[in-house]
């Protein structure tokens, strides 16, 4: 009784969690007018005053600009390098180009952290320049257009540019190896790239399909008709048809793999509806099965797509390479395994041209140009030969004096 006789109500506090409730759920502001929930809410506590919606938006809007500045401060006194992606979406319903752009860092825990920058709508046209401002005027908003390290695109020609502008209108030298490192292509989007040019043979068996489910679920009525024909002919509605989204290939599978279920129930409707006129035919669902058999391995042979990876793996595996380098449980021994196995004669020369990189990040470094101007003390009038050791982790450490990054206790 005592806890209880304590308890103090809170209207702020009470308004507060009602905001964080409708961000987390992502529920409508509406949901303050409905009767339903404003009886559940008084039935709790009779002394909690519910708000409009306009109150619930000011107080979300609180929110969001006290989170943004905690995020912002925590960026702002972070010293590592700054990893930025980013995206164009578009709404469903309205069709409206909105841009999403992620900062992802490395925190004084060695633990990585990601947040939310900005999702701000893109008016069209949505052209390179308009691209290419939005996401600068970010970069500087945040103060992190000298500490960048990557920035993650689609691989496309659009985005291509649109890095070229920005890269005009920053910094270089205050950039990894001034800037050539900056761009970065999604792998996810060239995967996506691969399958789509794998799915482009069942273009037009797709279609049908994706014109069937469309029909199909585009009402109340014919859902339920669907339902029916399926307990009718004893085909358990276990999962869901769903359109996909068409240039996600995951999506399209799942939609294929999940409407391939139910081709039964599909010729039955197309007998008694004589408005449903674009169901496959029986060979294209044959075309369909057999594909969706193939996507469903994809993962497990990707070397089959291995010269699509080219325009991937040309342009950041110096990063990557760099990256497994400075791993101390790997060294360029690693690089030295798979490389002959990817370039064949040309691993040599693509070896040594990671080794450079090395180099030149280093002296990056050394030379203060990336603000890191403490770490000179530590490694200025290192010679090539201790880069070496470094580099191979050779049996010369301990008469050189110099321990390799990983090792030491002390080094920081």
């Known amino acids: 009784m005592a806890g ?25 502001l509406s949901i303050v007018d409905h009767i339903g929930f404003r009886r559940y809410s008084t039935s709790l506590q009779p002394l909690f005053k519910m708000v409009c919606r306009n109150t619930i938006k000011k107080d979300i809007t609180s929110i969001y600009d006290h989170e943004r500045e905690k995020s912002i401060h925590e960026i702002e006194k ?46 069209s046209p949505h052209t390179k ?8 005027q970010t970069l500087l908003e945040w103060s992190i257009d000298r500490k960048l390290s990557t920035m993650t695109v689609d691989n496309c020609s659009t985005n291509d540019v649109v890095i070229n502008i920005i890269l005009d209108k920053l910094q270089r030298s205050t950039l990894v190896m001034r800037g050539s490192m900056l761009h970065m292509r999604c792998a996810a989007h060239v995967l996506n790239l691969i399958v789509q040019d794998g799915l482009n043979v069942i273009g037009s068996c797709i279609e049908k399909v994706r014109e069937s489910v469309g029909f199909l679920t ?29 240039t996600r290939w995951n999506s399209t599978y799942l939609m294929l793999s999940t409407a391939i279920e139910y081709r039964d129930v599909f010729f039955r409707l197309s ?15 044959e075309m369909t099965s057999s594909i969706c058999e193939r996507l469903a391995l994809f993962y497990k042979v990707t070397e089959l797509f291995s010269e699509k990876f ?41 070896i040594q041209r990671v080794r450079d990189t090395c180099y030149e990040m280093i002296r990056d ?31 010369d450490e301990e008469e050189s004096g110099v321990t390799t990054l990983g090792e030491s206790e002390t080094y920081s």
């Open 310 to 350: 080219d325009c991937y793996w040309n342009v950041i595996h110096g990063v990557m390479a760099v990256a497994t380098i400075l791993d101390p449980r790997h060294k360029i021994e690693l690089l030295e395994y798979y490389f002959p196995l990817i370039y064949g004669d040309e691993a040599e020369n693509e």
């Open 218 to 246: 585009g009402s109340t009525k014919r859902r339920q008709r669907f339902t029916d024909t399926a307990r009718q002919l004893h085909v358990e509605c276990t999962k869901e048809l769903a359109l996909d989204c068409k």
């Open 4 to 28: 209880v006789n304590a308890y103090h109500f809170d209207q702020d506090e009470s308004r507060k969690e009602l905001a964080r409730m409708i961000i987390l759920h992502e529920y409508p």
């Open 129 to 136: 320049e308009v691209l290419s401002d939005v996401l600068l």
């Open 271 to 285: 007998q008694r509806e004589s408005s449903y006129k674009c169901i496959p035919k029986e060979e294209e669902w």
């Open 78 to 123: 972070n010293r590592s390098r700054i990893a930025i992606t980013t995206d164009m979406w578009n709404s469903q319903n309205k069709k409206r180009g909105f841009m999403v752009v992620t900062a992802h860092f490395i925190d004084d825990f060695w633990r990585l952290q990601s947040r939310v920058m900005r999702f701000i709508y893109v008016p």
């Open 365 to 395: 470094y050394t030379s203060g140009r990336m603000g890191r101007e403490g770490l000179s003390s530590v490694v200025d009038g290192i010679e090539a030969n201790t880069f070496q050791n470094i580099l191979d982790d050779s049996d």
